[in-house]
């Protein structure tokens, strides 16, 4: 059976804080929020690999990166640290066919800034408010498995408007307690590579235990595999498809 790679990219600083802060999340998140999505999302045609922010490389060597087929990533109080080089690195690789779920704050992260040509702002509210989730496409493949609405009891609130372009596909909405709305789900094709935006995931709420948030993002993982990647390709046609009679006209002088 051939896997998909996946790899989940995680900062991984909150859960590593030396306060009591830190210790909360470490309660429900003890060896960061990649394990959890990584144990909540695990199946035989799955091969799942962690990375963080931390690691040689910042966690995404060359060779990781070509061996990744589906990546995901998780950024919030470093993305300026990521190297602008490493954006570059994911970004060519989304274009040749990587999948790319981006996850809750990572909405800032560069690589999705640099993916959808926009800044991604967002209104936002941390009062552990409580959200409703509802599927505004049955049909997606994203959205197998899971009920049409849910809730999530403590969430911090990401309201709209939301600065992503308009060529994305709405695959979750959410409303919140406070009465905001927000497009919490939704897909882009960027040259070869899918991307899905993914809201929920606020570090101090044990939103990556919840089984519906689970399926939807190992759907998502499926939805943005790759039939194959294309890290090579030629654009420059030296034999036409076809016999070409027409003769180029010469410029005149
Ligand atoms: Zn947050």
Known sequence: ??????????EFRHESQESDAGAYIR??????MHAVIAKNIAADNLDIRCATLNQPEQGLPEALLQDTEVLLWWGHA?????????????????QA????????????SKIFKRM???????RWRDVGEKERLWCVDPSHPIAQGVPETFMLPYSEMYGEPFAIPDDGKVVYMSWYEGGNVFRSGVCFQRELGKIF???????TYPIYH????????????????????????E???KVPTEKITSVKPEPKL
Request: with cysteine.
């Open 197 to 203: 935006y993914f809201a929920p995931g606020h570090e």
């Open 210 to 233: 919840d089984e519906n948030v689970c399926k939807i993002i190992s759907n998502a993982v499926y939805w943005a595999a790759p039939a194959k990647i294309f890290p090579e390709r």
């Open 27 to 32: 309660s429900f998140y003890p060896d960061g």
């Open 1 to 10: 059976m051939k896997k998909i790679k996946v790899t989940i990219w995680n």
């Open 78 to 94: 470093a993305h300026k640290e990521v190297k602008d080089t490493l954006v570059d690195r994911i970004q060519k690789r989304v």
């Open 116 to 122: 959808m040509g926009s800044s991604c702002s967002l």
């Open 235 to 237: 654009t420059h046609e």
């Open 97 to 108: 066919g990587m999948g790319l779920i981006v996850l809750h704050s990572g909405h800032f």
